[in-house]
């Protein structure tokens, strides 16, 4: 039989039955389109996430007092909690090769009162350098001078969130707030980051860094230093480098603090969503699955339907492998043209979810050519056993048959 | 041509065994017209099975075309099948839905006949069997009795076998009709020169045939040539379909 000929008997006998057809085919259109729709949401969430942890400063490296413990990750690492960084520590790392500038912070939460409004939030003592680090702009006025921090100044600038919470309805520039009963007179406002969820900077209010020491802590110890790296190639060198400056100047055997980049902490959310997509992916293939099912189920009513075609198609010298070609081809046509539109749809799915601007879904190519891959190897998969047994029939049984 | 000898086939049900052919050896030559006859149950059909290739005896010797047809494999008898038998069958078999013209061209798919030729064959054979032209492009549904034997006949033509093998072809028809196609044999034999086996247990279609074998409980009972041969007269019964 030439390929012509057994598409030919395919299309005949799947359009006899076009109902039939069509609600088989559905099985794989929805496994299939849930497969991609679920790989591309997860993909989608994985590169905003990406993004916006590099929108924090991609050449990032935190440096924050105690360790790391393994397998606790970063989040649960107590930050604050030890005292082991210092203000002399700053100079130390300002020294090292490749090291473009050091944001010393200090923060914690305090209670802000202001003309009637009230708000907790972090306070963080940070001196001009952090601008660059971080990668923010002012909206309004200034940030932190060198003066203030001299000076030991009350000035704060306001974090965009922080700004319209404190003053829903009027220009917070060169108001007054008071933090832990001490008066700061508003100094900027920070053009609204978005994207990060935690430790946003739009959440937060700024003063200087000797303030916060000496006033609003009491404390000369380091919350975190945030240090960004000249080329971002030499991140690795620049972190041992500073690991091996702080070893020696804290004088101790084994470090007592942590240097964290933007990869530890990409890294550790990407397993996270990798973990997520496949979990998702799983669910959606157990449609697929039922799909497969219902595409056997089918194969083997149809088998029996046409004993008596089987029988006289042997009759007249059809072997055993035509007609295995023949029920096997109707098999992995329908999850053929089943994968198909559920790519279509699939896509469509994954459109609309980023239409509604929730996440910014991403269909990956890979997705794609394995949805097809694995639609035809299910129709092989499934179809198999009923064209075998289509094939197997003997030629006189098939004629009698009623 | 065709050349049985001591052809047995035995079917088992558990432990009873059960001799539906017994030692059954006769001979058929080109273009021979014969009619095998035999009350229901007598082992006809399984003669006819065997005959056609889609079994094979328990023991004996099955020549046809000098090719020893009783030892092949499963894919063999397909081959010989394809190549060499022509079936008829009682209830016509054609695929549903489909065109005449298609149904007809379906031997020609398996022995790997394409394009044009096998058009212009199917159409060959289907006016041998003396259907209408206008009927090519029909669905098989849409035809009568008569006319769907006759496309039966043609896709058993089509692929110029050795043998037409035709089992109880006026089976489903009205005796009208049934003349009718006991005529297309007839004039297939004469004009073409076909071999033709007719299965039945109606004297009156077996007189069409120059020659009658009784089959009975399995065994060649008489071998007879017809005295008086039923001519189908294709005046008086006004042959048109």
């Known amino acids: 039989m030439k390929i012509i000929d057994i598409a030919q008997e395919t299309y005949s006998s799947l359009s006899t039955n076009k109902v039939r057809s069509g609600l088989t ?66 100079d130390v790392v300002k020294t090292i090769d490749g090291v473009m500038a050091v944001s010393p912070e200090v923060s914690s939460r305090f209670q802000v009162v202001a003309i009637g409004n009230n708000t907790n939030t ?3 003592g940070v001196i001009p350098d952090y601008i660059a680090v971080h990668n923010i702009e002012i909206a309004n006025g200034s940030f932190i001078s060198d003066a203030n ?22 220009d917070p520039l060169g108001k007054t707030i008071r933090i832990k009963k001490v008066n700061f007179t508003v100094v900027g406002i920070l053009v609204a980051k978005g994207g990060a969820g935690f430790s ?65 902490i990409l890294g550790t959310l990407t397993t996270v969503i990798d973990t997520f997509t496949l979990f998702l992916a799983a669910i959606a293939s157990i449609s697929l699955l039922v799909g497969g099912i219902g595409i056997m189920n089918m194969m083997l009513t149809t088998v029996t339907e046409r004993t008596k075609e089987i029988g006289l198609r042997k ?27 559920g790519i279509v749809l699939g896509w469509l ?9 929730l996440v910014a879904t991403q269909v990956s190519f890979s997705s794609v050519l394995l949805a097809f891959g694995v639609s035809a190897g299910i129709g092989i998969v499934f179809g198999y056993y009923p064209a075998h047994r289509a094939g197997m029939l003997n030629p006189i049984d098939a004629l009698r048959y009623e | 041509m065709i050349e049985v000898k001591n052809i047995k086939k035995t079917y088992k049900t558990g ?59 499963d894919d063999e008898l397909a081959d010989i099948r394809r190549d060499k038998i022509g079936f008829v069958f009682q209830a016509f078999n054609l695929l549903p839905r489909t065109t005449v013209l298609r149904n007809v061209m379906l031997p020609l798919v398996y022995a790997g006949i394409h394009g044009i030729k096998r058009i212009e064959r199917a159409k060959k054979a289907l006016i041998s069997s003396g259907l209408d032209e206008g009927h090519f492009f029909h ?19 089509v692929n110029n076998p050795s043998l037409i093998l035709a089992d109880e072809p006026t089976g489903n028809l009205d005796s009208k009709t049934g003349e009718i196609v006991m005529g297309t044999f007839q004039k297939l034999n004469e004009e073409m020169g076909c071999t033709i086996i007719i299965i039945t247990h109606e004297q009156e279609v077996a007189e069409h045939a120059d020659r009658i074998l009784f089959i009975k409980d399995g065994k060649l009972i008489e071998d007879r040539t017809t005295h008086i041969k039923r001519i189908i007269d294709y005046e008086k019964h006004n042959l048109t379909i």
Do not use: C, W
Request: net charge negative.
């Open chain 2, 15 to 73: 432990d009873v065994e059960f001799e539906a052919v017994s030692d059954v050896s006769f001979s058929i030559k080109d273009g021979e017209f014969v009619a095998i006859m035999g009350p229901s149950g007598s082992g006809k059909s399984t003669l006819m099975h065997i005959l056609g290739a889609l079994d094979s005896p328990t023991s004996g010797i099955y020549f046809l075309d000098n090719k020893d047809v009783s030892t092949l494999s």
């Open chain 1, 315 to 341: 009759a007249i010298g059809a072997k055993r492998k035509d007609i295995n070609v023949q029920f096997l081809a109707e098999a992995v046509m329908l999850t053929f043209i089943g994968g198909f539109l």
């Open chain 1, 122 to 124: 972090t306070i963080t």
């Open chain 2, 139 to 157: 669905l098989s549904n849409q035809l009568s009795g008569g006319q769907i034997q006759r496309v039966a006949i043609a896709r058993a033509l």
């Open chain 1, 349 to 357: 799915m994954s459109f609309i979810v980023t239409s509604t601007g």
């Open chain 1, 200 to 264: 946003g900077p739009d959440d937060m209010i700024f003063v200087p860094l000797s303030t916060m020491q000496k006033i609003l802590s009491g404390m000369d110890y380091l919350s975190m230093m945030a240090v960004s790296v000249t080329d971002k190639n030499q991140m690795a060198e620049v972190k041992d480098l500073t690991t091996n400056a702080l070893i020696e100047k804290h004088n101790i055997v084994e470090a007592d603090f942590s240097i964290i980049s933007q990869e530890d």
């Open chain 1, 149 to 170: 921090n001299r000076n030991i100044g009350r000035q704060a600038v306001l974090g965009a969130t922080v700004a319209t919470d404190l003053f829903p309805d009027q």
């Open chain 1, 25 to 90: 085919m559905l099985g794989i259109v929805i496994g299939i389109a849930s497969v991609i729709a679920m790989v591309s949401i997860g993909n989608g969430a994985k590169a905003s996430i990406q993004s916006s942890i590099e929108g924090l400063g991609s050449n990032l490296l935190t440096i924050i007092p105690g360790v790391v413990q393994p397998g606790r990750g970063i989040v649960s690492s107590g930050r604050g909690a030890a005292q082991t960084l210092k203000n002399d520590d700053i």
